[in-house]
């Protein structure tokens, strides 16, 4: 599995790779795990005979924006999605692009998918596939690294950071952290209807996946999108109630703060100026477009809210991601780059 790795880009900062062992996401969603570097240590345990030497430290953050419209040539949907986390390296001095990985899954029982994983979130910078110096055990861990993908039947999500305490919703259901819930419905959801109801059934834990809260944003082939949040209850003040926002073109984009009424007057409540110029530049041209977009138009718009790295953690886009949900296709740009793409389809 590990040789089907290609160096898409020929410069170390962008690889593909088919991902055909077991990752176990039954006994995965069993052991409850939501600190990563516990995850990643239970997910070697199941992969390996003999477990790795070092230890797993993954840590996940992510600016982001995202929008869902259906296309306005013809009856197909779109999900767009730009990745923005700024990397240091390890002297704090200079800004570290990225190590993107497209990984494509499919899963016994399960279904099909592509979906992307920021490699620096595990250690892996550019060119380490070929270095000869660097562990590749982690990439076992790759299906539970990923930030956004499409599944077979086009269901498409993405998760994106927001400045709060850390939800722990502690309900008694079985707990699921941050990007185990986004395998688990790139893995059986077919719609976005149904992916609300799974995350439902579970208690949502994000603490120990990286140094924010995160919402989530997802589409599906029906036209369906919809805005998953976790919320402060009254009177608390770690965020615990799942709410959903679908259905109002008006939240057809979402970026770093919260949609939620409730959480006005919060860190990254409404009013917050976190992400809120691509906020604007979202909402305006979807507006301007009457919520319609080619796809030629969907990826403009990308570009328009991609971010240079500066000084913000959120800033820096890593890669453009955009979603066609009825063709299960995928058109990517990494860095800003957007005269050069890659496209990719879930296969069938």
């Known amino acids: 599995m590990l040789h089907s790795m290609k160096d898409l880009d020929g410069t170390g900062r962008l690889y593909e790779i088919n991902y055909t062992a077991d990752y176990k996401l039954d006994e995965v969603l069993s052991a409850g795990l939501t600190e990563t570097t516990k995850l990643f240590g239970y997910v070697a345990y199941l992969l390996y005979d003999i477990k790795p030497s070092a230890s797993a430290n993954v840590q996940y953050d992510a600016g982001c924006s995202c929008f869902a419209v259906p296309d306005s040539k013809t009856s197909k949907y779109l999900m767009g999605r730009n990745y923005d986390y700024r990397h240091f390296n390890a002297d704090k001095t200079s800004y570290v692009p990225t190590s993107a990985i497209l990984v494509h899954t499919a899963p016994q029982g399960g279904k099909k998918s592509i979906s992307m994983v920021d490699g620096l979130n595990m250690g892996y910078g550019k060119g380490f596939y070929t270095d000869g110096n660097t562990d590749l055990s982690l990439l076992m861990g790759l299906p539970y690294a990923a930030l956004d993908g499409i599944n077979e039947d086009g269901f498409a999500i993405g998760v994106l950071a927001l400045t709060e305490k ?39 834990d994000m603490r120990g996946s990286g140094r924010s809260n995160y919402h989530y944003f997802m589409a ?54 976190h992400g809120k110029d691509r906020y604007e530049t979202l909402r305006s041209t979807l507006f301007t477009n009457n919520y319609s977009l080619d796809e030629d138009q969907a990826m403009d718009l990308l570009e328009a809210v991609s971010q240079a790295p500066t000084e ?27 005269a050069k793409e890659y496209k990719f389809k879930v296969s069938k």
């Open 166 to 204: 850390q939800t722990n919703q502690q309900t008694g259901k079985p707990r699921i952290g941050t990007t185990v819930a986004i395998r688990m419905l790139l893995d059986r959801a077919s719609t976005v209807k149904e992916a609300i109801k799974m995350l439902s059934e579970y208690d949502m």
């Open 220 to 273: 599906d082939a029906t036209g369906d999108y919809a805005i998953v949040e976790y919320t402060i209850p009254k009177g608390d003040s770690v965020p615990r109630v799942m709410e959903v926002f679908t259905g109002n073109d008006t939240l057809r984009c979402v970026t770093n703060f919260y949609v939620s009424p409730t959480m006005i007057g919060t860190t990254d409540g409404w009013g917050s100026s």
């Open 312 to 338: 913000e953690l959120t800033s820096q886009t890593q890669w453009s991601s955009l979603y066609n949900l009825t063709e299960k296709t995928l058109r990517l740009t990494i860095l800003r780059e957007y």
